[in-house]
């Protein structure tokens, strides 16, 4: 099982995909940053993949969580090639996308990652986050976003890991969230003025 972090206080069966939806200032990121440390403590793999903030952002706020240099943590950073920034290459535990839009190269990447963690180093528990998937669906249709989306959480259920994907609930139609909801086993709702909440399929 993998527990959802101090937050949550709830465990649920590897190969489950969580959605963390709430409007925007809730923390969604933070929570989800939580989760992925909560297992590192524990050895489990941790990849963020970030359409938001350049790698060096999110390691640095996964640093103040736990202390991973030795510990198999990755990044997807969807953002500094995108912004031009120089010359970045792929390194151990840094990963580069061309862009957000660029879901064939997240998943290949993601794929690269898993293989690693699991087959490689023999890390049977790795957990997933992705932030924001409100950012794919700027720069691409639902249909687009709910195949990769689709392709990308079958994965980690593949391997029996934990996926956790932030989305900005207010930015988006009730249809485009219904939409996507089918993909989730469960849903973790943040809100401005209290505890996030978490209602799983199962319930």
Request: glycine share 10%; net charge negative; hydrophobic share 35%.
């Amino acid at each position: 099982m993998y527990d959802l972090g101090p937050d949550l206080d709830v465990e649920v069966q590897p190969g489950t995909n969580i959605l963390v939806s709430g409007p925007p200032l809730t923390g969604k990121r933070s929570l989800c940053l939580d989760i992925l440390a909560s297992g590192t403590e524990r050895g489990d793999g941790a990849i963020v993949v970030t359409t938001k903030d350049g790698a060096d952002r999110v390691l640095d706020d996964f640093g103040k969580r736990v202390s991973y240099e030795d510990r198999p943590v990755a990044v997807i950073d969807c953002v500094t090639r995108q912004q031009g920034v120089g010359d970045v290459r792929d390194d151990e535990r840094i990963k580069y996308a061309s862009s957000p839009v660029d879901m064939t190269g997240i998943g290949i990447k993601l794929s690269e990652i898993l293989q690693s963690f699991y087959q490689d180093q023999g890390i049977e528990r790795n957990r997933v986050m992705l932030h924001s998937l409100s950012t794919l669906l700027m720069y691409a249709d639902l249909q687009t976003v709910f195949r990769f989306l689709h392709v990308f959480t079958g994965r980690i259920q593949s391997v029996g890991g934990l996926g956790v994907f932030a989305i900005d609930a207010s930015a988006h139609d009730d249809q485009t969230m219904n939409t996507l909801k089918q993909l989730f086993d469960g849903i973790v709702t943040t809100r401005e003025d209290g505890e996030p909440t978490v209602r799983l399929a199962s319930d």
